[in-house]
Antibody
Framework: EVQLVQSGAEVKKPGESLKISCKGS????????IGWVRQMPGKGLEWMGI????????RYSPSFQGQVTISADKSISTAYLQWSSLKASDTAMYYC???????????????????WGQGTLVTVSS | EIVLTQSPGTLSLSPGERATLSCRAS???????LAWYQQKPGQAPRLLIY???SRATGIPDRFSGSGSGTDFTLTISRLEPEDFAVYYC????????FGGGTKVEIK
Protein backbone atom coordinates (compact mmCIF):
# COMPACT_ATOMS: atom_id res chain seq x y z
CA GLU A 1 0.00 0.00 0.00
CA VAL A 2 1.37 3.39 -1.01
CA GLN A 3 1.68 5.71 1.98
CA LEU A 4 3.11 9.17 2.56
CA VAL A 5 3.43 10.00 6.24
CA GLN A 6 4.22 13.57 7.21
CA SER A 7 5.75 14.93 10.38
CA GLY A 8 3.58 16.47 13.08
CA ALA A 9 2.21 19.94 13.59
CA GLU A 10 4.64 22.74 14.39
CA VAL A 11 4.29 26.04 16.23
CA LYS A 12 7.10 28.48 15.57
CA LYS A 13 7.96 32.15 16.04
CA PRO A 14 8.71 34.54 13.18
CA GLY A 15 12.35 34.34 12.15
CA GLU A 16 12.81 30.73 13.27
CA SER A 17 13.82 27.93 10.93
CA LEU A 18 11.85 24.77 10.26
CA LYS A 19 12.16 21.52 8.34
CA ILE A 20 9.14 19.24 7.87
CA SER A 21 9.24 15.75 6.42
CA CYS A 22 7.33 13.31 4.24
CA LYS A 23 8.22 9.61 4.38
CA GLY A 24 7.14 7.35 1.53
CA SER A 25 6.51 3.62 1.69
CA UNK A 26 4.89 0.88 -0.35
CA UNK A 27 6.48 1.90 -3.65
CA UNK A 28 9.87 2.68 -5.19
CA UNK A 29 10.62 6.07 -3.59
CA UNK A 30 13.30 6.89 -6.14
CA UNK A 31 11.04 6.33 -9.16
CA UNK A 32 8.46 9.06 -8.49
CA UNK A 33 8.61 12.78 -7.83
CA ILE A 34 7.40 14.23 -4.52
CA GLY A 35 5.49 17.49 -4.81
CA TRP A 36 4.69 19.97 -2.04
CA VAL A 37 1.41 21.89 -1.85
CA ARG A 38 0.44 24.78 0.43
CA GLN A 39 -3.06 25.44 1.71
CA MET A 40 -3.46 28.63 3.68
CA PRO A 41 -6.31 28.79 6.21
CA GLY A 42 -9.65 28.65 4.38
CA LYS A 43 -7.97 28.89 0.99
CA GLY A 44 -7.18 26.72 -2.02
CA LEU A 45 -4.24 24.59 -3.08
CA GLU A 46 -0.95 26.03 -4.34
CA TRP A 47 1.84 24.00 -5.91
CA MET A 48 5.18 24.94 -4.31
CA GLY A 49 7.75 22.71 -5.92
CA ILE A 50 8.82 19.17 -6.64
CA UNK A 51 11.79 16.86 -6.20
CA UNK A 52 12.93 13.61 -7.79
CA UNK A 53 14.51 11.63 -4.93
CA UNK A 54 16.41 9.45 -7.40
CA UNK A 55 18.83 12.26 -8.25
CA UNK A 56 17.50 15.20 -6.15
CA UNK A 57 16.49 17.16 -9.27
CA UNK A 58 14.34 19.95 -7.79
CA ARG A 59 12.03 22.46 -9.46
CA TYR A 60 10.15 25.32 -7.82
CA SER A 61 7.01 27.24 -8.64
CA PRO A 62 8.04 30.84 -9.43
CA SER A 63 5.88 31.95 -6.48
CA PHE A 64 7.98 29.94 -4.02
CA GLN A 65 11.46 30.10 -5.57
CA GLY A 66 13.86 31.43 -2.94
CA GLN A 67 11.24 31.19 -0.17
CA VAL A 68 11.64 27.51 0.69
CA THR A 69 14.08 24.66 0.09
CA ILE A 70 13.02 21.18 -0.96
CA SER A 71 15.35 18.24 -0.41
CA ALA A 72 15.28 14.47 -0.07
CA ASP A 73 17.21 11.62 1.52
CA LYS A 74 16.60 8.55 -0.61
CA SER A 75 18.34 6.28 1.90
CA ILE A 76 15.41 6.77 4.28
CA SER A 77 12.70 7.45 1.65
CA THR A 78 12.03 10.91 3.02
CA ALA A 79 11.48 14.30 1.39
CA TYR A 80 11.74 17.61 3.20
CA LEU A 81 10.43 21.15 3.00
CA GLN A 82 12.34 23.79 4.92
CA TRP A 83 12.35 27.46 5.76
CA SER A 84 15.33 29.45 7.00
CA SER A 85 13.30 32.32 8.43
CA LEU A 86 9.59 31.84 8.94
CA LYS A 87 7.00 34.60 8.57
CA ALA A 88 3.48 34.78 9.93
CA SER A 89 2.27 34.42 6.33
CA ASP A 90 3.81 30.92 6.22
CA THR A 91 1.03 29.73 8.52
CA ALA A 92 -0.68 27.01 6.52
CA MET A 93 -1.24 23.31 6.03
CA TYR A 94 1.46 21.73 3.88
CA TYR A 95 0.89 18.54 1.92
CA CYS A 96 3.29 16.26 0.10
CA UNK A 97 2.12 14.12 -2.79
CA UNK A 98 3.50 11.43 -5.05
CA UNK A 99 3.78 12.51 -8.69
CA UNK A 100 4.70 10.40 -11.71
CA UNK A 101 6.79 12.34 -14.20
CA UNK A 102 9.83 12.52 -16.43
CA UNK A 103 12.37 14.96 -17.79
CA UNK A 104 13.56 15.24 -21.37
CA UNK A 105 15.87 17.76 -22.96
CA UNK A 106 15.99 19.86 -19.82
CA UNK A 107 12.21 20.14 -19.48
CA UNK A 108 10.15 18.13 -17.03
CA UNK A 109 6.57 16.91 -17.33
CA UNK A 110 4.55 15.78 -14.37
CA UNK A 111 1.41 13.77 -14.00
CA UNK A 112 -1.48 14.07 -11.56
CA UNK A 113 -0.82 13.89 -7.81
CA UNK A 114 -1.97 10.36 -7.09
CA UNK A 115 -1.22 9.84 -3.39
CA TRP A 116 -1.14 12.50 -0.68
CA GLY A 117 0.28 12.76 2.80
CA GLN A 118 -2.00 13.66 5.69
CA GLY A 119 -0.64 17.20 5.89
CA THR A 120 1.52 19.13 8.36
CA LEU A 121 0.05 22.23 9.99
CA VAL A 122 2.61 24.99 10.47
CA THR A 123 1.63 27.89 12.71
CA VAL A 124 3.91 30.92 12.89
CA SER A 125 3.02 33.38 15.62
CA SER A 126 4.83 35.64 18.02
CA GLU B 1 1.39 29.97 -16.09
CA ILE B 2 -2.03 28.51 -16.86
CA VAL B 3 -4.73 30.03 -14.66
CA LEU B 4 -7.73 27.82 -13.84
CA THR B 5 -11.06 29.44 -12.96
CA GLN B 6 -13.67 27.27 -11.28
CA SER B 7 -17.36 28.05 -11.16
CA PRO B 8 -19.56 28.37 -9.33
CA GLY B 9 -17.76 29.14 -6.10
CA THR B 10 -20.47 27.37 -4.13
CA LEU B 11 -23.12 24.91 -5.29
CA SER B 12 -26.09 24.30 -2.96
CA LEU B 13 -27.83 21.04 -3.79
CA SER B 14 -29.78 18.24 -2.13
CA PRO B 15 -28.78 14.58 -1.93
CA GLY B 16 -29.82 12.76 -5.08
CA GLU B 17 -29.43 15.83 -7.30
CA ARG B 18 -26.95 16.21 -10.14
CA ALA B 19 -23.91 18.46 -9.66
CA THR B 20 -22.11 20.12 -12.56
CA LEU B 21 -18.81 21.86 -11.80
CA SER B 22 -16.87 23.93 -14.33
CA CYS B 23 -13.15 24.56 -14.76
CA ARG B 24 -11.95 27.00 -17.39
CA ALA B 25 -8.28 27.42 -18.34
CA SER B 26 -6.60 30.64 -19.49
CA UNK B 27 -4.96 28.69 -22.33
CA UNK B 28 -5.35 25.26 -23.83
CA UNK B 29 -4.42 22.37 -21.51
CA UNK B 30 -2.03 20.00 -23.27
CA UNK B 31 -3.23 16.46 -23.94
CA UNK B 32 -6.12 16.91 -21.53
CA UNK B 33 -3.70 16.98 -18.60
CA LEU B 34 -6.55 17.92 -16.28
CA ALA B 35 -7.34 16.34 -12.92
CA TRP B 36 -10.06 16.76 -10.31
CA TYR B 37 -9.62 16.33 -6.56
CA GLN B 38 -12.08 16.12 -3.69
CA GLN B 39 -11.24 17.57 -0.28
CA LYS B 40 -13.33 17.08 2.84
CA PRO B 41 -12.81 19.17 6.01
CA GLY B 42 -9.70 18.14 7.90
CA GLN B 43 -8.57 15.76 5.16
CA ALA B 44 -6.00 15.77 2.39
CA PRO B 45 -7.20 16.09 -1.20
CA ARG B 46 -8.10 12.84 -2.97
CA LEU B 47 -7.64 12.22 -6.69
CA LEU B 48 -10.95 11.63 -8.47
CA ILE B 49 -10.33 12.14 -12.19
CA TYR B 50 -7.21 12.37 -14.36
CA UNK B 51 -6.69 12.87 -18.06
CA UNK B 52 -9.91 14.92 -17.98
CA UNK B 53 -12.15 11.83 -17.97
CA SER B 54 -10.47 8.79 -16.40
CA ARG B 55 -11.62 7.82 -12.94
CA ALA B 56 -8.94 7.08 -10.36
CA THR B 57 -8.87 3.71 -8.63
CA GLY B 58 -11.85 3.13 -6.36
CA ILE B 59 -13.82 6.21 -7.48
CA PRO B 60 -17.56 5.49 -7.94
CA ASP B 61 -18.98 5.80 -11.43
CA ARG B 62 -21.35 8.60 -10.37
CA PHE B 63 -18.27 10.83 -10.83
CA SER B 64 -17.42 11.68 -14.43
CA GLY B 65 -15.18 14.19 -16.12
CA SER B 66 -15.34 15.67 -19.60
CA GLY B 67 -13.93 18.45 -21.72
CA SER B 68 -10.83 19.45 -23.63
CA GLY B 69 -8.84 22.52 -24.59
CA THR B 70 -9.88 25.22 -22.14
CA ASP B 71 -13.24 23.97 -20.82
CA PHE B 72 -13.66 21.05 -18.45
CA THR B 73 -16.53 19.70 -16.37
CA LEU B 74 -16.88 17.42 -13.37
CA THR B 75 -20.32 15.84 -13.04
CA ILE B 76 -21.66 13.99 -10.03
CA SER B 77 -24.74 12.20 -11.34
CA ARG B 78 -26.56 11.73 -8.02
CA LEU B 79 -25.13 13.33 -4.90
CA GLU B 80 -24.56 11.05 -1.95
CA PRO B 81 -24.18 12.51 1.58
CA GLU B 82 -20.41 11.83 1.48
CA ASP B 83 -19.99 13.88 -1.73
CA PHE B 84 -20.52 17.24 -0.03
CA ALA B 85 -17.00 18.67 -0.10
CA VAL B 86 -14.72 21.07 -1.96
CA TYR B 87 -13.58 20.11 -5.46
CA TYR B 88 -10.44 21.38 -7.17
CA CYS B 89 -9.32 21.08 -10.76
CA UNK B 90 -5.62 20.95 -11.60
CA UNK B 91 -3.71 21.13 -14.83
CA UNK B 92 -0.44 19.22 -14.84
CA UNK B 93 2.39 18.90 -17.29
CA UNK B 94 5.26 21.33 -17.10
CA UNK B 95 4.04 23.66 -14.35
CA UNK B 96 1.07 22.45 -12.30
CA UNK B 97 -1.62 24.86 -11.17
CA PHE B 98 -4.87 24.44 -9.25
CA GLY B 99 -8.21 26.14 -9.60
CA GLY B 100 -9.71 28.04 -6.69
CA GLY B 101 -12.20 25.30 -5.83
CA THR B 102 -15.98 24.76 -5.82
CA LYS B 103 -17.72 23.96 -2.57
CA VAL B 104 -20.67 21.59 -2.89
CA GLU B 105 -22.89 22.14 0.12
CA ILE B 106 -26.14 20.66 1.33
CA LYS B 107 -29.15 22.79 0.46
Amino acid sequence: EVQLVQSGAEVKKPGESLKISCKGSGYSFTSYWIGWVRQMPGKGLEWMGIIYPGDSDTRYSPSFQGQVTISADKSISTAYLQWSSLKASDTAMYYCARVPGYCSGGSCYWDYFDYWGQGTLVTVSS
Amino acid sequence: EIVLTQSPGTLSLSPGERATLSCRASQSVSSSYLAWYQQKPGQAPRLLIYGASSRATGIPDRFSGSGSGTDFTLTISRLEPEDFAVYYCQQYGSSPTFGGGTKVEIK
